[in-house]
């Protein structure tokens, strides 16, 4: 029986099922752990070993062997945070290493589990309650791990396991608060010392951030699920961070947090004190900082400021020699900078540093913002590429091992392959399932700006035998980006165009990759120049394929910001966009969180208009186009009340329009049957309202 994509895609979770991640290569290189699923449609990660020498992988940990034929059983608190996290795999889902690769730990099933890796013994440790983010020293001594709001400690063998600090009210110890990790890319609340005696640890109290409820309307007998929320212009949650020995002697570390509201990075090297970053309110201005771990004090390292929001990028480290190693913006780019000075090439965007050596530092860059490439950056400014071609690249390392995955315009296959000084030895093998077909993808760059444009006809289409209805695909907001030289990209788009559309997909101004004035432009104007370039992007396909787009007929469809951008599409040109359907849409910014919004449109409370003038709820009466909007009853990030409320202004306006409530979803479904019935009524509903 042949499966359909929209259910393949589900099953498959994208078909990212079966390609290894996590991947991790010990000091010597001799070995590259990873997590891999055994299969393609399997959800349960094992724990894989790589012999570098050899070539051969073999298996660490098996879940199933572990747990026996119940499988996994997620407490509460787990399930909860896998779906805030919208973490979707099973079994074993991140480890972590001492520094020679002698130990491992991993959480499965909420229960604590260390691994000897040379001799893959596995042994479950007598952890207490649900067990978060276990790490272990870099000695192999002590893994540290939160649960039930405290900072636990035990030894690899299990030995002396207790309580290294406890709340005392509504505190958390030794976890990311929710804005760290959902917005500032943060998602680890302690870090060892390089001499695993002593941490790091945040302690975050979130009483003074608003509670909202998350109802489940479809099940009225349970009780609505409280949530803090700190929705732009509310205030967030208290955030310190701690000194902690070993023994439970600990001191606060101090900065200006009445300034510096925000703890964006944390790095503690081999070679100095620890280092952090700390971010304003209105991310203006931030300060790196060296601590200075006894006595709590903190020292400035770097001052940075930008009129726009300072990007918080890699994670400032001290380098050989007590150098300090950053990533800043400076003159329209995002540059490698030691000691203050920039040495990577203005060219070059850095995307994330990979590895520090002596000599040089190997991080992922882009020259050309569709592709992403592995680069050689040496402190004395020379850069020299490690990848070339059209295609996604990314990379971990390890001794004089450097592991490259690829993903490529010319396959939806991703390839890893493993390097020993700059030579190919071998490769991790990929069990992903293959795709039911190769997306055909032109990219053009569209209007004076050069947009990134993806333009993708149904297979088989001969150019010039008729015009299809135009389908725009796009995300089209800031922190992501959708037209990368990568066929995995497009498996979507192009299901959607065998549906009978010509589907295009257009990166504009304020996504990643092209610097940081191209980022800056949409500051305060979210509704204006997004949309604007998405009509820039249009007119450049109907003038590039004359004979193949009918753009009398233009639908737009997205998802979160691309659900924001569609609904926003109908509702302020309905001359150029025809039919909309939107998914999780922001309808009204005042009600998603404050790091994020705030930093694109500033404090609601003092700029009230600039939030006026990108909602969606003002312009309700404009609507005259057909318009679907879903949403997941069970969202907490984008929650239901953005549709809710953009609904009930439509309806005191008199428009007429379709909401598809998903009981039980957050803000994605990876459940097969509601994700293929839920893309076969967005279809329906676009081609009935655009006569395809």
Known sequence: MTVSYPRLSARTLRFTLGIPRSIWVNPLGSKVYFIRTPDGVTRTGQLWEHDVATGVESVVVDPQALLGADGEQLSAEERSRRERSRESAAGIVGFTSDRDGRWATFALSGQLWSVHLSGHVVTALPGVGTVIDPRVDPTGRTIAYASGGALRVI?????????????????????????????????????????????????????????WHIADPENPDREPVAQRYPAAGTPNALVTLWHIDLDGSKTEINWDRVRFEYLGRVSWSEYGDPVIQVLSRDQKDSQILGVDVTSGKTRTLRELHDDAWVELASTPQLASGGRLLSVEDN??????????????DASWQIRHIVTVLDDCVIA??????????????????EATAMTKGAAVHSAVAGGPTVVISRSGLDSTKTSIAVHREDDMVGALTVASEPAPFEPKVSLLHAGENALRTAVVFPQGHVPGSHRL??????????????????????LEPQWLADQGFCVVVADGRGTPGRGTDWERTILDEFASITLEDQVVALDAVAEAYPDDVDTSRVGITGWSYGGYLSALAVLQRPDVFHAAVAGAPVTEWRLYDTCYTERYLGDPNTRPEVYDRNSL?????????????????????????????????LLAAGRPHTVLPLSGVTHMTSQEIVAENLKLLQIGFLKDALGA
Do not use: C
């Open 155 to 211: 030894g690899v063998t299990g030995k002396d396991e207790r309580i290294l600090v406890a709340p005392e009210t509504n505190e958390v110890w030794g976890q990311a608060e929710f804005i760290a990790a959902e917005e500032m890319d943060r998602h680890r609340g302690f870090w060892w010392a390089p001499d695993g005696r002593s941490l790091l640890v945040e302690r975050f109290d979130d009483s003074p951030v608003q509670t």
């Open 331 to 344: 003159g329209g780019s995002r540059r490698l900078f030691v000691d203050g000075m920039p040495f990577s």
């Open 364 to 381: 992922t860059a882009s020259a050309e913002p569709t592709e992403v490439q592995v680069v050689r950056f040496g402190f004395d400014g």
């Open 469 to 490: 209805p135009v389908l725009m695909d796009p995300y089209g907001g800031p922190g992501a980006q959708r037209v990368l030289a990568s066929a995995r990209a497009f």
């Open 617 to 649: 709820i003002p312009l309700a009466s404009k609507l005259e186009r057909p318009l679907m909007i879903i949403h997941g009853l069970a969202d907490d990030n984008v929650v239901a009340a953005h549709t809710l409320r953009l609904s009930s202004a």
